[in-house]
Each structure stands twice: as structure tokens, then as C-alpha cells.
């Protein structure tokens, strides 16, 4: 049992790259959320998912896609980096909703230059 | 709208000192209330969290919390600190009852244990 797996560890983009970071749990979860951490900010939700096939966005969307084509994988997409997405994201899965324990993955560290 | 806010961005103890972290929170309607820590360089884990009975809350390596509804708080304690307890803590609100059932964190609190 893996639990929230995220890749890449780390990476470094140009402004105006695209990519994507991987997120997959293999605990058969229904809620699966993205969140980014800036320093002093705590955790802000950029777009979660209640179950397959099912998204919607968060706190922070703007620049950031989505989709859940299975229960298990959950990829946040960066369409065109910018500096201000310079962060670490982390991705969590729960049962079935927020009141249960949310699993984190170790995180992505991301600098867009 | 909801908020929480973690008073102490940093807090300095010395080892087997009690300790106790801050969180007040603003919502208008119920919520649920957690606390998760994040060790360096790893993602967040659940510490305890609030969701009915007892205000009490007795959660992972010898945390306490305690749900003040009048206040509106949701303090961290521990009595006796250890170095490995070193660490960055978050609040966290869940409110109920409306369509923003999402979880609001805290800014967090970074928690220096020195021997």
C-alpha cells in the first residue's frame, strides 16, 4: 500500500511551459484534492474531485486543469507557467469527504523562471 | 466567509516544556476542526480532529486540542515536548451545512523544540 504517490519531486520550468504533476492512490479514495503551499499561506485548494469523472474548482484555479478519468489518478495541469505558480503542490485523497482523514502526497517543489 | 487564524507563525520551547499552539476560527456556520503537522520536507498527516461529542480531543504523539465554541478556538497542547516534535502545525476548519464544504487552512505554526 503505496498511499499518495506524486511525481516529479521537483522541477523547474520556463514561463510559458506547460506540464503536468502526476498524483496517484492506490486506497480506493473518492475525494482527491490539489492544494499549493506558499510560504506564510498555509494550503489553498486549486481544484478537487469528488469521484470519477467528476472535478471542480477551488480556491486558486485560474492557470490550473483537471481531470479524473479513474479512481486512482488525479493530474493537475499547468497550461502556460508563470512565475506566481512558483510553489509546492500537494496532492490528498480521503475516503469520501473532508470530515475524514485527508493523505498527503510528499509533494512537488516547483519553480517557474 | 470562513477563516482561520494561527496568532503565532513561530514558536520557540525548550524540551519537555509544555507547550500550546493557537487557532481561531471565523465561519457562520458549524464546522468540523483539525489539526495536521508537517515534518521537514514531507507532506501533511492528521494529528486530531473535532467533529462531535466531547470537546476534548485526544489525537497522535500525546496532542490535546480543545473546542471552545463560545470562543471560537481550537487551541493545540502538549505537556512535555520532545525534539522530534519539531515541526510546522496547521488549523483547520471544514464548514458544514452550506455548499463551501471545503477544508480552510491556516496560515501555520512552526513549532522550534531546542534542547
Known amino acids: 500500500n503505496a498511499g499518495v504517490t506524486q511525481t516529479p519531486k521537483f522541477q523547474v520550468l520556463k514561463t510559458g511551459q506547460s506540464m503536468t504533476l502526476q498524483c496517484a492512490q492506490d486506497?480506493?479514495?473518492?475525494?482527491m484534492s490539489w492544494y499549493r503551499q506558499d510560504p506564510g499561506m498555509g494550503l489553498r485548494l486549486i481544484h478537487y474531485?469528488?469521484?470519477?469523472?467528476?472535478?471542480d474548482q477551488g480556491e486558486v484555479p485560474n492557470g490550473y486543469n483537471v481531470s479524473r478519468s479513474t479512481t486512482e489518478d488525479f493530474p493537475l495541469r499547468l497550461l502556460s507557467a508563470a512565475p506566481s505558480q512558483t510553489s509546492v503542490y500537494f496532492c490528498?485523497?480521503?475516503?469520501?469527504?473532508?470530515?475524514?482523514?485527508?493523505?498527503f502526497g510528499p509533494g512537488t517543489r516547483l519553480t517557474v523562471l | 466567509a470562513q477563516s482561520v487564524t494561527q496568532l503565532d507563525s513561530q514558536v520557540p520551547v525548550f524540551e519537555e516544556a509544555p507547550v500550546e499552539l493557537r487557532c481561531n476560527y471565523s465561519?457562520?456556520?458549524?464546522?468540523?476542526l483539525f489539526w495536521y503537522v508537517q515534518y521537514p520536507n514531507q507532506g501533511l498527516q492528521l494529528l486530531l480532529k473535532?467533529?462531535?461529542?466531547?470537546?476534548l480531543v485526544k489525537g497522535i504523539n500525546g496532542f490535546e486540542a480543545e473546542f471552545n465554541k463560545s470562543q471560537t478556538s481550537f487551541h493545540l497542547r502538549k505537556p512535555s515536548v520532545h525534539i522530534s516534535d519539531t515541526a510546522e502545525y496547521f488549523c483547520?476548519?471544514?464548514?458544514?451545512?452550506?455548499?463551501?464544504?471545503?477544508?480552510?487552512f491556516g496560515s501555520g505554526t512552526r513549532l522550534l523544540v531546542r534542547p
Open positions: 490528498a485523497s480521503s475516503y469520501r469527504d473532508y470530515a475524514d482523514t485527508q493523505y
Open positions: 486506497m480506493n479514495h473518492e475525494y
Open positions: 474531485s469528488v469521484g470519477a469523472g467528476i472535478t
Open positions: 465561519s457562520s456556520v458549524s464546522v468540523y
Open positions: 473535532y467533529l462531535s461529542g466531547s470537546t
Open positions: 483547520a476548519v471544514l464548514p458544514y451545512g452550506d455548499s463551501s464544504y471545503k477544508l480552510i
